[in-house]
């Protein structure tokens, strides 16, 4: 069996990672926590989502230079896979909260909050207009 360099990165080792939470601990001593979303071997510069610094800031996304890191810690399980359905089901409850506190916005700004795109949105407004239609006309035969 050839013996592993202890200090070459192997990439399946941080495959098996993506989607995992980490904290990269930067060259200037603070500490950046996301998800991991991808890396690259050759600089090791590192995109992480779900992003809050040790300031307490929270930003969407960041890719870290690999230049700037000191270490590494995965401190938390990859994110569960869920079924497409599922998928489905979670974003038209997101959509439902969203014009439930803002019912005047418009499917593209909708779509940038959920993070999906436009036309996924659209379906699921127009899915959510004729239930809210149906329900109405069943309330109207019980009255």
Not at 61 to 80: D, E, R, T, Y
Not at 82 to 110: G, H
Request: glycine content about 6%; aromatic content about 4%.
């Amino acid at each position: 069996m050839p013996r592993r360099d202890p200090l070459r990165l192997d990439p399946d080792f941080f495959r098996k990672y993506v989607g995992s939470i980490i904290e990269v601990h930067m060259v200037d001593g603070k500490v950046i926590r996301g998800r991991l979303v991808g890396f690259d071997m050759e600089y090791f510069n590192i995109l992480l989502e779900e992003v809050e610094t040790n300031q307490g800031r929270k930003v969407p996304a960041a890719l870290i230079s690999g230049s700037s890191i000191s270490h590494v810690l995965f401190v938390g399980p990859p994110k569960l896979r869920i079924p497409r359905s599922r998928r489905r089901m979670d974003l038209e409850m997101k959509v439902k909260e969203i014009i439930k506190d803002n019912p005047n916005l418009d499917a593209e700004t909708i779509a940038k909050l959920c993070n999906t795109k436009v036309d996924k949105v659209e379906r699921i407004l127009v899915k959510l207009k004729q239930k809210s239609k149906s329900s109405e006309r069943e309330q109207g035969k019980s009255s």
